[in-house]
Nanobody, 121 residues
Framework: QVQLVESGGGLVQAGGSLRLSCVAS????????MGWYRQAPGKERELVAG???????NYADSVKGRFTISRDNAKNTVYLQMNSLKPEDTAVYYC???????????????WGQGTQVTVSS
């Protein structure tokens, strides 16, 4: 069964850092382009960062220079390091497929539960 499980969220003050993890099961992560997405209340789900099979990355303008996406294929895991967090980063964060050059969600499986990130001012 294909499954994505996100973790690592929490409550942090503005300027703080968090590291999110997305563990995949039921498939080999290394053959997938992967992305991190977020959805704030009342807003659409948006791409935050994506990483291709070859390691090329893409970031939303709002997070460039602050967030870093990486992958550890041996652990079947994708990470999102978030630094200099801002209140506007508050959202539920999800991982799923990613299409390089596109900012639209490109899921290859059902969305997981996500992990809540709350940044206080």
């Amino acid at each position: 069964q294909v499954q994505l499980v996100e973790s690592g969220g929490g409550l942090v003050q503005a300027g703080g850092s968090l590291r999110l993890s997305c563990v995949a099961s039921g498939f080999i992560l290394s053959i997938k382009n992967m992305g991190w997405y977020r959805q704030a209340p009342g807003k659409e789900r948006e791409l935050v960062a994506g990483i291709t099979i070859g390691g090329s990355t893409n970031y939303a303008d709002s997070v460039k220079g602050r967030f870093t996406i990486s992958r550890d294929n041996a652990k079947n895991t994708v990470y999102l390091q978030m630094n200099s967090l801002k209140p506007e980063d508050t959202a539920v964060y999800y991982c799923n497929g990613f299409l390089y050059g596109s900012s639209r969600p490109y899921p290859f499986t059902s969305w997981g539960q996500g992990t809540q990130v709350t940044v206080s001012s």
